[in-house]
């Protein structure tokens, strides 16, 4: 049967391949991606709704939770990594964490196992959104030629320049972005696809000729097993790493030296 399916699977796969399937003809923007980003940001909309419709002095464990969270955004990373003057970021740290998170965890969530970041185009979109609000307030703050003196200039010998200020401004212009993009998707993507190999192959060994190999596949679905706790670590990770790199990127913009 296996045999079967590989064989009327086309091959070699076309560019087309690489973009998935839309999920209705009338609307070809709906694929299975991006269907679960918006489940990811109803999810997020939803709790906090809910969490605050009617707050307690004594708060509901509902509550408790998402002040928890915002807490943890607001005290340990906008305000410890950019200052007393970053608590403003506080919520748009909040929600990056919270909308990050619950796209990740998407992952190891039965019937849907994929996050939304394994697809570039979201954490590019999120890593554009953090470019341009640092941009704007390095500009806000020291005038769009003093915030480019500021991102590409180092105290240091004037021969020295040559050589650190196209190095500095690819970090800040180009470099930032794009790392902050590809980590998260990077990431994301390789955990949905070692839980994919283990799954599978799994069934591979199952299926195989040799008998002895069969019970090998038990070995390979254990690993998915302990692969799905670790993805989840890895989901929390990638989330409290964009957010801490956002909030650092924002503290050397607004920061009066280099």
Known sequence: MSGLVLAEAPFPPSVDDIFPPSLWEAAPWLTKFSLFLW??????LVYFLVSYRSPKIVPTKKQWLAESIYGFVREGVAKDVIGHH???????????????????????????????NAHIAFP????????????????????FAGYIKHAVFLPAPWYMQFLLIPIEALQAFVLQPVTLALRLFANM???HMLLLVFT???????????????????????????LTFFE???AALQAYVFVLLTANYLAGTLAEEH
């Open 39 to 44: 489940l990811a940001v109803a999810v997020v």
């Open 86 to 116: 970053g608590l403003k970021f506080a919520p748009y740290l909040a929600s990056l964490f919270c909308f990050i998170l619950v796209g990740n965890v998407f992952s190891i969530v039965p019937f849907i196992q994929v996050s939304p």
């Open 124 to 143: 590019a979109v999120l890593a554009i959104c953090t470019y341009v609000l640092y941009l704007y307030q390095g500009f806000k703050k020291h005038g």
């Open 189 to 191: 993507f390789a955990g």
């Open 200 to 226: 599978l192959g799994g069934f591979a060994l199952l299926n195989a000729e040799s008998f002895f190999l069969k019970p090998i596949s038990l070995v390979s679905w254990a690993m998915t097993i302990a």
């Open 232 to 234: 989840l670590l890895i």
